[in-house]
């Protein structure tokens, strides 16, 4: 009967260890491949070692970034001027204060006021990324050539796809926006009110948190930073937020962030 | 009788060890949904794949040890027209979709959507991405930024080290998934059958560079993770430098193709 224990005992044993073998497997990160994904998004970028880093003068390629953090209410942005000041604010901080910033957003028509096209506020290219000097890879730090480029203006720009993708789509500190399969919170969607093209809305539902000024009711179009989810792949017009407040963001994978231009 | 219990109590508890552990050195089983995947290692000659029926073979091969055996598979390969032989277009030889990855997930509803056939489409792209280019395994496909080394341009290094960037998957393929026509360049590694390299007599020391040119063996390759090339494209970013082994990994590859299940 002891004997039976004793058998008892190991079969417990060997069964647990079974599990906790099993439990390892199903693991996506158990590949040592991973370091683009869960890692929070200050392990890259900043600091980059001495090609770049911080230091004085190491932003003046910087042409594009996305927005470190939103502007806390919702879709109000203080309209596309309120936009443009967090750009330029953002930039500055950074040392890229003397380039003339632009939010990517489109307006829609409204009465006695023409409807503003994103792709129209940003200048005309080539736009680069803060990973240019860090990372010692200079064709990765183009975010695109130019406007056609950027939003595939013929079929077969539109069916390769512009050089904004994950890795590329750093904020003004050179961190990586986490995207699908990161560590939470998700702060993938990014504020447009775009159609795929950059152009606005022209119909007459919401697309722009009532033009960039409304933290409540309305919806806004966003596209991934990642260019995952939604079944698409698109940086600019994936889908419409469930409304306009902060919380309403942040349920569907944001937090009010938006992509910053320099026209010059 | 206390004895036979015994024995058989410890024979089972041998048994359910011995299967656990070979249970636990296997990946996780396919979804049975999986008619995608991306194949998990190449054959090992440069662009020369046996041809598309080599290739076709392969990703058979890959499919059957990890039990999906059972669905025709085909290679993601174009080839091009040659005297007496027509183009054949990788998108014509993938069936209708909707495909799944290893873990279930949809990558593309249909042909329109996965190629972008229209414009709309095009700007949208499928769902084809780094979390859903899957192997059969179920492994990710190292990509840019995942394991950085300069040595990953070297195939005697890239070869034992499988998590080193290898994105680049061959498909000969322009973005519309359709073959490189009327031209006497090579964009299928002279129809999967060659693993030459330019010859530097002619090209220079480093090959001449990159992509299709006269007289410079190659393959036109795209991106599961959608990383790289100065596009996105996942069938059709860029040439390689040449068809051999070794020349496939000094722009990132290792001669990997798509595997699609017609049914």
Redesign the interface.
């Known amino acids: 009967?002891t004997?039976?224990n004793a058998?008892?005992a190991?079969?417990c044993v060997?069964?647990l260890?079974?599990c906790l073998?099993?439990a390892?497997?199903?693991q996506?990160g158990a590949?040592?491949?991973?370091?683009?994904?869960g890692a929070p998004p200050a392990d890259q970028g900043r600091g980059g070692g001495g090609r770049g880093g911080r230091g004085p003068g190491s932003h003046n390629q910087m042409s594009f970034f996305v927005t470190s953090v939103g502007m806390g209410k919702g879709g109000d942005l203080g309209g596309p001027a309120g936009a443009d000041a967090h750009c330029q604010k953002l930039a500055t901080v950074v040392g890229a204060g003397n380039k003339t910033w632009r939010a990517y957003l489109s307006t829609q028509a409204r009465p006695g006021q023409a409807a503003v096209n994103a792709r129209d506020r940003i200048g005309t290219g080539p736009w680069y990324n803060f990973g240019f000097a860090q990372?010692g890879?200079p064709?990765?730090a183009?975010i695109s050539q130019n406007l056609g480029?950027l939003?595939?203006d013929t079929?077969?720009q539109?069916?390769?796809?512009?050089?904004?993708?994950?890795?590329?789509a750093r904020t003004e500190y050179g961190q990586v926006i986490r995207g699908?399969?990161d560590l939470p919170p998700v702060q993938h969607d990014i504020l447009t009110g775009s159609q795929?093209?950059g152009r606005a809305f022209t119909d007459n539902a919401d697309h722009t948190c009532n033009n960039w000024t409304s933290s409540g009711a309305g919806s806004a179009q966003v596209g991934h930073s990642d260019?995952?989810g939604n079944?698409?792949?698109?940086w600019n017009?994936?889908h419409a937020t469930t409304g306009c407040s902060q919380e309403a963001l942040v349920s569907t994978g944001g937090a009010g962030l938006f992509y910053c231009f320099a026209v010059n | 009788m206390?004895k036979t219990?015994?024995l058989v109590?410890?024979l089972?508890?041998v048994f359910?060890?011995g299967s656990?552990?070979v249970?636990?050195q296997?990946?996780?089983a396919p979804h049975p949904n999986m008619n995608f995947f991306v194949t998990s290692g190449p054959i090992g000659d440069g662009g020369n794949l046996g041809g598309l029926a080599g290739a076709d073979a392969h990703c058979r091969t890959l499919a059957a040890a990890v039990g999906a055996g059972n669905r025709t598979w085909h290679a993601y390969l174009s080839t091009q027209d040659r005297p007496g032989q027509p183009a054949i277009n990788a998108r014509d030889r993938i069936g209708s979709g909707p495909w799944y990855s290893q873990k279930g997930e949809?990558i593309a509803?249909d042909l329109a959507h996965l190629?972008?056939d229209t414009?709309?489409l095009?700007?949208?792209?499928?769902?084809l991405?780094?979390?859903t280019g899957l192997t059969e395994k179920g492994?990710?496909v190292?990509?840019?930024?995942?394991?950085?080394d300069p040595r990953d341009n070297d195939w005697e290094y890239v070869k034992t080290t499988p998590?080193?960037n290898r994105h680049e998957m061959l498909t000969g393929t322009q973005?519309?998934g359709r073959a490189f026509t009327g031209t006497d360049l090579d964009y299928t590694c002279d129809n999967w059958t060659s693993n030459k390299d330019p010859d530097p007599a002619t090209q220079g020391p480093r090959g001449g560079g990159l992509g299709a040119a006269p007289g410079r063996p190659n393959a036109q390759i795209g991106f599961p993770d959608?990383?790289?090339g100065?596009?996105?494209?996942w069938n059709?970013?860029h040439g390689t430098r040449g068809c051999s082994q070794a020349a496939l990994p000094r722009t990132h590859g290792v001669g990997m193709f798509y595997c699609f299940a017609i049914n």
């Not at chain 2, 095009?122 to 769902?127: K, Q, S, T, V």
């Not at chain 2, 190292?142 to 950085?148: Q, R, V």
């Open positions: 009967m004997k039976l058998y008892g190991v079969f060997s069964l260890a079974c073998a099993l390892q497997q199903g996506p590949q040592p491949n991973q370091q683009g994904r990372l890879q064709q990765n183009v480029e939003h595939g079929l077969v539109a069916q390769r796809g512009s050089n904004l993708f994950k890795q590329s699908v399969g795929t093209d260019r995952i079944m698409n792949a698109s017009s994936s | 206390t219990r015994s109590t410890a089972a508890v359910l060890l656990c552990l249970l636990a296997q990946n996780p949809m509803r190629h972008g414009h709309e095009a700007r949208l792209g499928n769902n991405n780094k979390l492994e990710t190292p990509g840019l930024y995942d394991y950085a998590y080193s973005p519309d959608r990383n790289g100065g596009n996105g494209s059709s970013s």
